[in-house]
């Protein structure tokens, strides 16, 4: 996987993959997400980046530790995930977006028709 491509830090790269995976259905609530082992051996990085991403994660409560078991989904972390990226999509990204819109002289029904298209 390539990661020079993002400013951000490469275990929220990982952590934002993990929720990619997570809101495409791949895991679902209580199922085991790969090992720290397995996910650095198939992203070829790391073991401690793979942690940090872990560790970042259990703090959002989207995953949690059973000792000996491993990691798995926190129940009703899909729709956490959504609603964090519905508010930061309308906080950060949307703004820029209608800011280029105004600049280049691109209207709504534009978009919309777009959209639709």
Not at 23 to 30: A, P
Not at 74 to 95: N, S, V, W, Y
């Amino acid at each position: 996987m390539n990661f020079s491509n993002s400013d951000k830090a490469i275990y929220l790269q990982i952590a934002d993959r993990i929720c990619d995976e997570i809101i495409s259905g791949k895991y679902k609530d209580d199922d085991r997400i790969p090992s720290v082992r397995e996910y650095a051996v198939l992203l070829e990085v790391n073991t401690n980046t793979v942690v940090k991403a872990y560790d970042h994660l259990s703090r959002e409560e989207v995953i949690y530790n059973k000792r000996g078991l491993g990691f798995f989904v926190t129940p009703g972390a899909k729709d956490h995930i959504i609603q964090f990226r519905r508010e930061e999509f309308m906080r950060q990204t949307l703004p820029e977006v209608f800011r280029q819109m105004k600049m280049l002289g691109i209207g709504i029904e534009e978009v919309v028709n777009k959209f639709n298209a």
